[in-house]
């Protein structure tokens, strides 16, 4: 039986392969506003957020899990079990990246159905809610603003969203999530993908 951590880690080992500039994945994404989770996310020169739904699940939850990536993500991309990808098709916007597992093969792998294009529609509000209290001073202090040495999170997110118009903002959520200490592997790999962006 195919787990979804036993995918995920074929999936991270995919991405890492495939994401030009990428420096650090995390599992179990949070995504703020919602209760919803990335499986995976991806954080280089961009955003990348990946849902797994293996045969044993159910795509009960993917309409909500499609909202919720929607406003955080620069690209998304769900990857499937075979049984999945038709009604699938029909819950995931065009500009959704479509991956299958196929777990009939060693090393598990997959087969790209279509890549991810650019998310147009991603939210400041959301994004902006990544930021740690100190990642909101600092990001406010590159910009030039110095908040009050009491200020809130939320008055900095504020401040924020009134300041830097959405590219800057990405930037600098992107700046301080690489600058966190996830645990987690820092890396480059040059290894051929299914999802090669660059092709």
């Known amino acids: 039986m195919v787990t979804e951590a036993t995918v995920r880690e074929s999936l991270r080992d995919e991405v890492v392969a495939s994401v030009p500039g990428l420096s650090e994945t995390i599992y179990e994404f949070w995504v703020p506003r919602t209760n919803e989770r990335a499986d995976l996310a991806a954080i280089g020169p961009a955003m990348w957020g990946y849902e797994i739904k293996t045969a044993q699940d159910t795509l009960r939850r993917l309409p909500r899990q499609v909202e919720a990536y929607n406003r955080l993500f620069d690209h998304c991309t769900v990857v499937l079990a075979e049984r999945h990808l038709k ?113």
Do not use: C, Y
């Open 87 to 199: 009604a699938a098709l029909t819950i995931v916007p065009e500009w959704w990246g479509v991956a299958v597992i196929l777990a009939d093969h060693v090393p598990l792998s997959f087969r790209l159905i279509r890549p991810a294009s650019l998310n147009r529609s991603v939210d400041p509000e959301t994004l902006v809610r990544l930021l740690w209290r100190q990642e909101a001073r600092s990001a406010l202090s590159a910009a030039g603003a110095e908040p009050d040495p009491k200020a809130s999170r939320a008055s900095m997110w504020q401040q924020l969203l009134n300041l830097l118009d959405l590219e800057s903002l990405k930037e600098a959520v992107r700046k301080a999530l690489l600058e966190r200490n996830h645990s987690l592997v820092r890396f480059a790999n040059s290894r051929s993908s299914a999802f090669d962006v660059t092709r």
